[in-house]
């Protein structure tokens, strides 16, 4: 009788005469992915950030992009999709009746996934113009008053972990800000510059309350990028935060900008506090600290991250996005910081607008992001791990204006991380990993459940067959 183990090779003597596809410039065995199975949009991604809907359900979390695109893998989407690690899924048909040149995501537990920007209608459905709320069902709207195109939303909790509900932010086109406690709209003021917003903690888990910051510049009113502070509920008052403003003559016109922000524990759970990261288009930092693009508060001042972020002759880097990302998950390693842009230059190292920060040096995470066109921008930076608590560690995404990822063809959005069928972690996808599968699958290994639904089986089988002929 023939065992599991021959019948499965038996169906698969084709990959004997398969040849090894690499994967590229790699660092610790991650590397750009090939954009496989239609990941991948038809135009600009602005935003993407990950949700677990049903959180210690069985449901998968799924990736969530917006921005000014079509199509996601093919399928139409209108601007906004959700991808499962598998496939591509609509929200409801998407956005209508905006440019698609603003895109915000945020998750606020009262009502699920929210999606501010430049939009008339979610889903078709009425009311839903500039923001609306997503369920896993459908639209619903959240009686929107504000003034202007909403370019950023975000969750905040006055009293963390008190008995207060968060409260959802969004900050517009028009300069003000506003809060919603779940009834009503608040007018919270005026913060210049399209504002860039984030709740921080500064002790981490410490007693003390996070705060709402907002970043952005003076322009048009003067050159300056600055971040301020909110009072707090429901007050107007905003207060210059930080020590300080950001100058220089950055590649965008007027001056300087605060275009991201966020927070950055350096030594995961040892004694460290976090920091705030702040990244855009400056050369100084509040204090006149010289730095490029790049800076750091940890409580007492602002400080470079070496020579920071540099393009070209002109030496003037972008910086539109941040994050921090665990490349082990609970594993002994610390959170990297990574940043992505409009650069050429990661402290004087060679890189293709991305780059990593582990603490104190710059390297580029491998070939980069890039493009044949006049240019390339990472606008959005996140986090995703496809098995939720599985045995798999998380992927870093990225998404913007670019083509290719360490040049290859991944359109608009790309993944950095550990191949699934390179089970080696060799940089090759070959004949060994086959093997390496074999012995896994055999012995019910959970690196192998590329369903992520806790069983190895057959359907994992075909998985690892359709990722190994795509070379991951």
Do not use: K
Not at 83 to 104: F, H, I, V
Not at 168 to 196: C, K, N, R
Not at 431 to 460: H, I, Q
Request: with cysteine; charged share 15%.
């Amino acid at each position: 009788m023939m065992t599991e183990r021959t019948q499965l090779s038996t169906v698969t003597m084709m990959l004997l005469a398969a040849s090894a596809t690499a994967l590229g410039q790699g660092i610790g065995g991650r590397y750009w992915l090939p954009a496989t199975g239609g990941f991948g949009t038809d135009g600009t991604v602005l935003t993407a950030i990950a949700w677990d809907q049903d959180g210690d359900g069985p449901a998968r979390p799924a990736l969530y992009v917006g921005g000014g695109f079509d199509q996601a893998g093919g399928i139409p989407v209108g601007g906004i999709a959700s991808w499962d690690g598998r496939g591509w899924s609509s929200l409801g048909g998407g956005m209508s009746g905006g440019a698609g040149w603003r895109c915000s995501l945020t998750i606020y537990p009262p009502v699920g996934l929210v999606a501010g920007g430049d939009f008339s209608s979610a889903g078709g459905q009425p009311g839903t113009a500039r923001i609306a709320a997503w369920d896993g069902v459908a639209w619903s709207p959240l009686g929107w008053t504000g003034v202007g195109d909403v370019t950023d939303v975000t969750t905040f909790d006055p009293d963390g972990d008190g008995p207060q509900p968060p409260l959802l932010m969004a900050g517009t086109s028009a300069d003000p800000i506003y809060a919603w406690d779940q009834i009503t709209w608040h007018f919270l003021g005026p913060v210049f510059g399209f504002p860039e917003m984030i709740s921080f903690d500064s002790d981490g888990d410490g007693p003390a309350s996070p705060i709402l910051l907002a970043g952005g510049s003076s322009w048009p009113f003067g050159v300056s990028g600055l971040i301020e502070r909110w009072a707090g509920p429901f007050s107007e008052w905003w207060q210059l935060w930080g020590g300080g403003v950001f100058t220089g003559d950055g590649p965008l016109e007027p001056g300087a900008e605060v275009d991201a922000m966020t927070t950055w524990d350096r030594d995961g759970d040892g004694p460290a506090s976090p920091v705030l990261v702040a990244a855009g288009a400056f050369n100084r930092a509040p204090g006149d600290v010289p730095a490029n693009s790049i800076a750091i508060w940890d409580g007492v001042g602002w400080s470079a991250l070496g020579d920071g972020l540099t393009e070209g002759p002109s030496g003037a880097g972008l910086a539109l996005a941040l994050t921090s990302f665990d490349p082990d998950d609970d594993g002994p390693q610390h959170p990297l910081l990574i940043v992505g842009g409009y650069f050429d230059r990661a402290g004087g190292v060679p890189v293709n607008n991305i780059a990593v920060w582990d603490g104190g040096s710059w390297s580029p995470l491998g070939g980069g992001l890039t493009s044949d066109g006049p240019y390339t921008l990472v606008r959005t930076l996140t986090t995703y791990d496809p098995d939720g608590p599985g045995p798999r560690p998380p992927w870093l995404v990225a998404g913007g204006d670019f083509e290719l990822a360490d040049g290859r063809a991944s359109p608009y959005l790309a993944l950095w991380g550990f191949c699934p069928a390179d089970l080696t972690e060799d940089g090759l996808v070959d004949f060994s990993d086959y093997l390496e599968f074999l012995n896994a699958y055999e012995v019910r290994d959970l690196r192998v459940d590329y369903a992520g639904d806790g069983l190895v089986e057959f359907a994992d089988y075909l998985e690892f067959l359709n990722r190994y002929e795509a070379g991951c």
